[in-house]
């Protein structure tokens, strides 16, 4: 890669490598992992970049990153998921209250307990939407899907969120 085709591959990718490495951890579950499927997703990416045909980078490298983390994984089938640990994205909250700040940290472990246990296919859509804040169509163009689909796959994982996060009924 010349000079000039890295300035703008590095323009055009380095923003999103915190997007590419939260939707690989996700997909992965694994921090290690993780790292080495950002790592060759844009190894890829830098071998493919003249296919790149300008527009929304972000959507191109997470459709990369994708690809690479659906390699990693069909590699690896029978691994077990791993729960995601307290220091996976956490804002820094200031409060002073330690009681408020026990309930915070159950809470997002209870939702990163809910989010790793989704189905793969659900998973992916509920990070790319809800972590990352991308539309449907992005979201479809990332995963080579149809809208439709995009839309049926991110309201059942919801649905599924919804049950694994309900209280438990007193009994």
Known sequence: MQAEERWKFEQITM??????????????????????VVQEAYLRAARYFSSFRGGDGRKWLLGVVRRASLDWLAKRKSQPAVVLGDDVHEAVDV?????????????QQRVREAIAELPQQYREVVVLRELEGMSYQEIAAVI??????????LARGRECLQVRLRPPANG
């Open 144 to 153: 080579e899907a149809p809208i439709g689909t995009v839309m049926s796959r």
């Open 95 to 107: 409060s002073s209250d330690p009681v408020i700040e026990a309930e915070r940290k159950f809470d």
């Open 15 to 36: 923003p999103h490598f915190d997007a590419a490495y939260n939707l690989a951890r996700w997909l992965t579950s694994d921090a290690h992992a993780a790292e080495d």
